[in-house]
C-alpha cells in the first residue's frame, strides 16, 4: 500500500456537523487517532500542524447541549483504517 496523499487524512478534521472541518466523506473512510502513541476512540477534533486533540469530557454537557470537551496537547498521528 503506497502513502499517496489520497491515502493521507487531512491536517485537521471534525466529527461535528458544524464546523468547518468537518469532512463526511473522508470520516466514512474510518479515521483512527493515535495520539501520544496510544490509540483514541474518544476524539471529537484533531489538528497534526498544531500538535493537539479534542476529547469528550465525560457525559458533561454546555448550555447547548453539546459535549464539553478537553483540548490535548502532544504528538498527533491520524491514519485511515485497512477495510475489512
Known amino acids: 500500500m503506497s502513502d499517496t496523499p489520497a ?3 487531512p491536517d485537521r478534521l471534525s466529527t461535528d ?3 468547518p472541518y468537518y469532512n463526511a466523506a473522508v470520516l466514512e473512510r474510518d ?3 493515535r495520539f501520544k502513541g496510544v490509540e483514541r476512540t474518544n476524539v471529537e477534533e484533531y ?3 498544531e500538535g493537539w ?3 469528550s469530557a465525560g457525559p458533561a454537557k454546555d448550555r ?3 459535549p464539553m470537551t ?3 496537547t502532544g504528538m498527533v498521528e ?3 483504517r485497512p477495510r475489512q
Open 78 to 80: 491520524p491514519y485511515f
Open 47 to 49: 489538528c497534526v500542524s
Open 53 to 55: 486533540v479534542r476529547v
Open 17 to 19: 456537523p458544524r464546523s
Open 70 to 72: 478537553i483540548k490535548l
Open 64 to 66: 447547548y447541549g453539546n
Open 7 to 9: 491515502d493521507t487524512p
Open 31 to 33: 479515521v483512527g487517532i
